[in-house]
């Protein structure tokens, strides 16, 4: 990727593509396109193949998806289904039809079966049944995948796939509602301390284990596969640890200095009860995850304490409608 090739990169106001735009201006890349989804629906055929048409990018980092937490998940099936599908069929074809030199298509580690071995390694795709609170979004994503190994074996497209464990930092969406744990419990301290609140809510039994990466290590890794990596074959990017919830509500207590007591709402569903991606692929290739959990933590506490009118209010109109990252 030279500095002057055209780059695409779809979901740019998202957590993934608001973080990989910040690396590209960083590493100096002079021609960077993007659209709102205001000007542009990506779950338009016509409307996306004249944008090929019309702006021919090179690469295209495709971090445009409809996504959300375990409550999202659980509430709006048919809308994770049809607006992953259509996003990613449209810019995967589209790609294919405009001749991009090469496109990233980012995944989630919830396309492994609900109770795959721990951790989870690529070959392990389609090998059980998924968790059901998500497995909407995850046939979509595994869609994705199959397309993108589909096109590079009838065409030889340069299309790779990606998969990101639980991902958090600046740039996240703080909706109660459909937020992922990480930015929620933040903003429930948060809002807890500034009212006084005796006790915090944290949903499920708090047993479940989930692994974390800060969205910019994630970007990084997006860049450096990009560059690097040119298998059909998808490839875990994580942090190789993982903690329990109950551990990571006491992290963010600690963080945002909440002297109140935590307890947990067991009517709200776990989930799945352990997800650590393998990356053992990508270490061998040379890339790891730098920034510590707590520091990253800290910082994007900072972060959204800051802009905690543009977080909460941007956030409160996206409630239940697309949110594209
Ligand atoms: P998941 O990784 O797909 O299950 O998505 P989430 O990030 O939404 O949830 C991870 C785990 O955190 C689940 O076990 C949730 O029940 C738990 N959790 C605890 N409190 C919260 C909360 O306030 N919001 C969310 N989204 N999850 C929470």
Request: aromatic share 12%.
């Amino acid at each position: 990727m030279k500095i002057t090739d055209k780059i695409y990169v779809a979901g740019h106001t998202g957590l993934v593509g608001s973080a990989i735009i910040r690396l590209l201006k960083k590493k100096g890349y002079l021609q960077i396109v993007t659209r709102s989804s205001e000007e542009l629906d990506l779950r338009d055929q016509k409307l996306v193949n004249e944008f090929f048409e019309t702006e021919q990018p090179q690469y295209v980092f495709l971090a445009a998806a409809k996504v959300g937490g375990i409550m999202a998940n659980q509430t709006y099936p048919a809308d994770f289904i049809y607006d992953n599908l259509a996003i990613q069929n449209n810019i995967i074809h589209s790609a294919y039809k405009h001749s991009v030199e090469k496109l990233l298509f980012l995944g989630s580690s919830c396309i492994y079966p609900k109770n795959a071995p721990q951790p989870i390694e690529e070959d392990y795709l389609m090998t059980g049944v998924l968790e059901p609170t998500n497995d909407a979004y995850a046939i979509a994503k595994i869609a994705g995948i199959k397309m993108c190994q589909a096109y590079h074996r009838q065409y030889g497209s340069r299309f790779i796939s990606v998969m990101p464990t639980n991902l958090y930092g600046q740039g996240d969406n703080y909706n109660l509602q459909n937020a992922h744990v990480l930015p929620a419990l933040l903003r429930k301290f948060h809002e807890a301390k500034l009212n006084k609140d005796a006790t915090v809510t944290v949903w499920g039994t708090g047993k479940p284990r989930r692994e974390f990466l800060h969205v910019d290590d994630a970007a990084m890794a997006c860049y450096f596969l990009m560059q690097r990596y040119e298998s059909p074959e998808i490839i875990n990017v994580g942090s190789g640890l993982d903690y329990t919830i109950k551990e990571m509500a006491t992290t963010i207590k600690k963080i945002t200095n909440y002297p109140g007591n935590i307890i947990f709402d067991e009517a709200k569903p776990d989930g799945t009860p352990r997800k650590l991606l393998n990356i053992d692929k990508i270490r061998a290739l040379g890339w790891k995850a730098v920034i510590d959990l707590e520091e990253g933590l800290a910082s994007t506490y900072n972060n959204f304490e800051k802009n905690y009118f543009y977080y909460t209010n941007q956030t409160e109109s996206r409630n239940g409608t697309i949110v594209y990252v």
